[in-house]
């Protein structure tokens, strides 16, 4: 156990789905991330929200939708997707910095395999 | 744009080699180099790096980074079956990691 929780491990969605991805941290951390693991890719940063501002959009579709209500949640909003938007999506959580900065390493959930059909 | 490599992409050994991992990056504002050991799905923190040329140590792992050549170096040795997995090298800026493709390790019996 990292300490960061996502659920759910698994998810089946049709294109014309609406669902959510949701990570929960309880490391008292303050950043947290989405990153979206495909086959033969490096880990891709999606979102990063530090301090529940979202800091960092790395031109993700508008059919992803993060949501940070506070600094131990995060969700991932998924509409419309594609097939090839199936993947792993990782959330990972660091003590972030209210001026910038990540001084710790990152601690992963395990991870939401989503197969979009 | 920030850009992570690792070499090799893959790499096949026998227990007790000792083998190298590299990883080189190129980011603004850089303030970490970090390895992960990923198995099956949620990558676990091994390193972190910040200062040049200090050697971090944990068991038969080391790792060292080269902050004039934007590098570091992953060791291991007397390698096991149970080292088999993708090793990450990620390099942290400002509130975010920027992840290398990976190197896949397989330590055969």
């Known amino acids: 156990e990292t300490g960061v929780t996502q659920t759910p491990r698994h998810l089946v969605m049709g294109m014309t789905n609406k669902k959510s991805l949701k990570c929960e941290q309880h490391?008292?951390?303050?950043?947290m991330y989405w990153y979206k693991q495909s086959a033969k890719k490096p880990l891709e940063l999606m979102f990063v929200?530090?301090?529940?501002?979202?800091?960092e959009n790395n031109s993700v579709p508008s059919r992803f939708s993060p949501e940070c209500p506070n600094s131990s949640h995060l969700f991932l909003h998924l509409h419309t997707l594609q097939p090839e938007d199936s993947a792993l999506y990782l959330c990972?959580?660091?003590?972030?910095?209210?001026?910038?900065?990540?001084?710790?390493?990152?601690?992963f959930g395990q991870g939401t395999r989503l197969t979009v059909v | 744009e920030d850009k992570v490599v690792q070499s090799p992409l893959s790499l096949v050994v026998h227990e007790g080699d000792t083998v190298t991992l590299n990883c080189s990056y190129e980011?603004?504002?850089?303030?970490?180099l970090l390895w992960y050991k990923q198995e099956k799905k949620a990558p676990t923190f091994l390193f972190m790096l910040?200062?040049?040329?200090i050697e971090k140590k944990s068991g038969r792992l080391s790792s060292i980074l080269d902050k004039k050549e934007l590098s570091s170096i992953l060791n291991i040795t007397a390698t096991q079956t149970g080292d088999s997995a993708i090793y990450l090298c990620?390099?942290?800026?400002?509130?975010?990691?920027?992840f290398g493709k990976g190197t896949l390790l397989t330590v055969n019996p």
């Open positions: 990972a959580s660091t003590q972030g910095h209210p001026v910038g900065g990540m001084n710790t390493e990152a601690f």
């Open positions: 490391l008292g951390h303050n950043a």
């Open positions: 929200y530090n301090f529940k501002e979202q800091t």
């Open positions: 980011v603004t504002n850089f303030r970490s």
């Open positions: 910040t200062s040049s040329g």
């Open positions: 990620a390099a942290g800026s400002n509130y975010k990691l920027t």
